[in-house]
């Protein structure tokens, strides 16, 4: 793999301690941080970046996404959520092709790239040609397919079975920057006997569980209604928690459930660009983490956040607890910097990665300081939190190897995914609006 050298860099640690080098040095060998601190002149490496002006953090972790919803962007504005799912999103998936989410995939591996995420916690269908988007772009991903059971019996999507050849295959591919996990869409649309069954798998083959938890008051009156019980409660009685989990959102739960999250580390994740844009009511995340919750960060799909530009959330996810709080200083900026790297790499299960430290991977970005919007530069970690683009971003990491150099994508074909995505999200959203006009006649 060879040894990179990044030379005169601002190198944001993220360690405990909340180190900063300061016009410093990375050098890479072999997918690793083999050195941090000012090296010789005479150091041997195949490739030199002069990072002057540049800080280096490490990369993002997208910890919930829908990656293919890229070709939605844009198409369902303005509408409330009953109405934006039933309407649109899922009418439109209906019309959904597997080559629809390679192309919907890659375009969302170009944005994420370029605004500074390595790596993607993705849930949706056709996932193998998701993994081949993982596997072509450099980055580093868990995936799973998303299914859903209807009825005691009846599953929808591929499967429960499908599922596991799915997470069998892909487990570890890509030089192991491919993990899988088992992924059914939420206790509401999965029948008690559909989750028990993922329970037994995830037994059975050691597999983590992503699932969609508790996103609205409404989820956890009908959960009481049917099961005697808040979603929570349920996926606990029923032994997901039992088994390392994501569980996407929490945002209606009560200080039990909250005490049942931090007692069984299961990983919250938050979107907040989703909540306030679907004008989602929210709890605070701070209690969360009070309640010793570990938090990470993604963007969702893009048809609900329109971006994924992980400096973006992790801004509005400050500002947003500030603002619900009535208080600046409830989210210090440190903290969801951390949120959005190092605790999403642990709950996609890259414990390692998210810290800049010797004999760590190295999954890092460089980011342009040189910019009106980021001087002065009295406090790095502010700038970065409160004024920083994706857009700055100008190179990126991934186990050692540069997906992005100077701007530009090493690769990914951008020219031909951007033609290719675009013109298969017309003709889906066509076939839609054709289908919806066949019901109403
Ligand atoms: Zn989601």
Redesign the pocket.
């Known amino acids: 793999m060879g040894t990179l050298w990044i030379r005169h860099a601002d190198v944001i640690a993220l360690d405990a301690a909340g180190t900063i080098h300061h016009d410093a040095d990375l050098l890479i060998v072999d997918g690793r941080i083999a050195a941090i601190g000012r090296l010789p002149d005479d150091t041997q490496a195949d490739e030199v970046i002069d990072a002057a002006g540049h800080a280096a953090l490490p990369g993002f972790f997208n910890a919930?996404t829908?990656a293919p919803m890229t070709f939605e962007r844009g198409w369902a504005e303005d509408l409330p959520f009953p109405r934006w799912l039933n309407e649109k999103i899922w009418v439109a998936e209906s019309a959904l092709t597997p080559d629809d989410v390679y192309w919907g995939a890659a375009l969302a591996a170009c944005e994420m790239i370029r605004s500074g995420t390595v790596a993607f916690n993705d849930?949706y269908f056709y996932m193998d040609r998701v993994a081949e988007v993982v596997e072509q772009s450099g980055m580093k991903a868990q995936l799973t397919w998303c299914t859903f059971g209807i009825g005691d019996d009846k599953e929808i999507g591929p499967g429960a079975d499908a599922q596991l050849a799915f997470s069998w295959e892909w487990r570890g591919a890509a030089d192991g920057r491919i993990r899988t996990c088992l992924g059914p869409h939420s206790p509401y649309v999965c029948p008690p006997a559909f989750l028990s069954r993922v329970v037994d798998l995830a037994a059975q083959h050691d597999l983590p569980i992503h699932l969609?938890v508790a996103e609205s008051r409404e989820q956890v009156d009908n959960s009481r209604q049917r099961h005697g019980m808040t979603p929570v409660e349920q996926l606990n009685a029923l032994g997901v928690f039992d088994h390392p989990t994501i569980a996407?959102h929490c945002l209606a739960v009560t200080g039990e459930d909250r005490a049942i999250l931090a007692e069984k580390g299961v990983f919250v994740v938050r979107t907040p660009v989703t909540y306030m844009k679907l004008a989602m009511p929210v709890n605070h995340v701070t209690d969360l983490a009070a309640a010793g919750i570990s938090l990470a960060l993604g963007s969702?799909?893009p048809a609900s956040n329109a971006t994924m530009d992980m400096l973006d959330i992790l801004r509005q996810q400050v500002w947003l607890e500030k603002y619900l709080r009535e208080d600046p200083e409830a989210l210090p900026g440190d903290t969801a910097l951390r949120m959005a790297t190092q605790t999403g790499a642990r709950a996609m299960g890259f414990g390692e990665s998210g810290v800049l430290a010797e004999g760590r991977p190295a999954d890092l970005i460089l980011i342009d300081l040189d910019r009106p919007h980021l001087r002065p530069r009295h406090d790095l970690i502010a700038n970065l939190v409160h004024s920083a683009q994706g857009a700055d971003v100008t190179h990126v990491i991934a186990d050692g190897r540069l997906l992005m150099r100077d701007r530009e994508l090493l690769t990914l074909d951008e020219e031909r995914i951007l033609y290719e995505a675009e013109q298969r999200a017309f003709r889906m959203v066509n076939q839609n609006m054709n289908q919806v006009r066949q019901y109403e006649a």
Do not use: T
């Open positions: 919930h829908h849930h969609h996407a969702d799909g």
